[in-house]
Every structure is written in C-alpha cells, then in structure tokens.
C-alpha cells in the first residue's frame, strides 16, 4: 500500500486527539467535587445525552434536565467551568497528525460525537481548525455514531471514495461499522500502534522508522 492511494484520514477528537470530553469518569470528579449523587445524575445523563451531541439540545437545556432540575449551591456556570476543565490534548497525536498532513498532502476530518458548546469549546481550546479541514461533529449535522450516515456524509464532505481513507478510532464497533463501508481503520490504542499502524498503510511521519520495514 502507498501514501499516493491515501488522500484523507478521518479522525475521532476523544480517545485520539484529545480526552474524552465528557465520559464516566470525568462526571465522576465533577459529582465529587460539587458534592453530586453520581448515580442520580449518571441516570438522568443517560436519557439526555444522546439528545445533546445530535444538536438537538443546548447545553443550558442539558444543564437543567440533568443538574439544575433543583436548587444547587453552585451556578451553572460554575459547573460549566469545570465541565470543560476536563479536556486534555494528546500532543503527540496532534503532532503525528500535523506531520503526517503537511507531509502527504492528506485531508483531515473529524468524525466525533460531541455536544455543541463543549465541541466549539474543544476546538478553540486545542486549536483544532489547524489541524481539520472539514468538522463532521455529530451536533453539526444531527447524525451521531454509531448511525453509518455520519460516516457517508463524511465521505461525500470530503469527496473521497471509501478506499482512499484511513480513519483513526478508538471504539471497536464504530471501527467495525466503518470497514462495512470499505473504510480502512486503525483502532487507536496508543500513539506508537497507531504511528506504526500508519506507516505499514504508506503514511510515514518524519520519526525514524526503520524498525517498521525490517
């Protein structure tokens, strides 16, 4: 396989560029902090997020079915605050991807679920526009993994057939739903498997990897 057959990566944010936004466990250190009943709000989580990342909810609207169904000892933007305090980047996957795009001349596409402020919120914080050239965000285009729609809309966005593009994910089933459409997949794990895993596909950082071809 060569880099020439490769024109685009299709990339998940969280688990592979950045944390994940706003997984179990980072509600589990905002309940601990504000003092919240994690089962509780875990329940009511469950039956409203869906709804917030296919941008259908704003997130003052999941605040108050989640959080601010009753009276609090602290504001909704204080809770906001820490919400978003949970996000982290990945520097070296943001690296070998910056590389990898100038160096190969790819498109870059994100392909996430995420709820919009706390996307918009990600995006500027990490500077992500940089970095991707098409932004297929579940709160963008009403659509959330693990529906293949998102993935076909990302295909027709990018104008890219399915055999030109790699995508980079680190959840097994959306991994296994995009192969059905004939997308080749990393199942990312960690930034070396993955850099590895790239290169074997023609697509070589600029790190030294002779290792890879013995």
Same mark, same amino acid.
């Given at each position: *396989? ?14 592979? &560029?950045?944390? =994940? ?10 309940? *601990? ?7 509780? *709000? ?7 997020? =869906? ?5 259908? &909810? ?8 989640? @959080? ?13 605050? &820490? ?28 392909? %996430? ?18 970095? *991707? ?52 997949? @990393? ?12 290169? &074997? ?8 990897? %002779?290792?890879?071809? %013995?």
């Amino acid at each position: *396989m060569t880099a020439k057959a490769i024109d685009c990566l299709f990339l998940d944010i969280g688990g592979v &560029l950045l944390s =994940n936004g706003w997984d179990h466990q980072a509600r589990k250190r905002v309940a *601990m902090q504000l003092g919240l009943d994690l089962a509780e *709000m875990e329940e009511r989580h469950h039956l409203t997020f =869906n709804t917030y990342e296919e941008g259908k &909810l704003t997130l003052d609207e999941y605040l108050r079915r989640v @959080i601010f169904y009753q009276k609090r000892s602290f504001a909704p933007s204080q809770f906001q605050d &820490l919400m978003f305090a949970q996000s982290t980047p990945y520097p070296e996957m943001i690296e070998l991807i910056t590389r990898l795009k100038l160096k190969h001349s790819l498109k870059v596409a994100a392909v %996430n679920n995420e709820g919009y402020e706390l996307n918009a919120h990600r995006i500027q914080k990490f500077k992500l526009t940089r970095l *991707m050239d098409f932004f297929i965000s579940s709160c963008f285009v009403h659509i959330r993994k693990p529906d293949a729609d998102i993935l076909r809309l990302a295909l027709n966005i990018a104008q890219v057939r399915a055999t030109q593009v790699i995508y980079i994910e680190n959840t097994p089933i959306f991994v296994q739903i995009a192969e059905e459409l004939g997308i080749r997949c @990393i199942l990312h794990t960690d930034y070396e498997t993955t850099r590895e895993k790239l290169a &074997l596909l023609g697509l070589r950082s600029d790190i030294a990897e %002779n290792r890879i071809s %013995n």
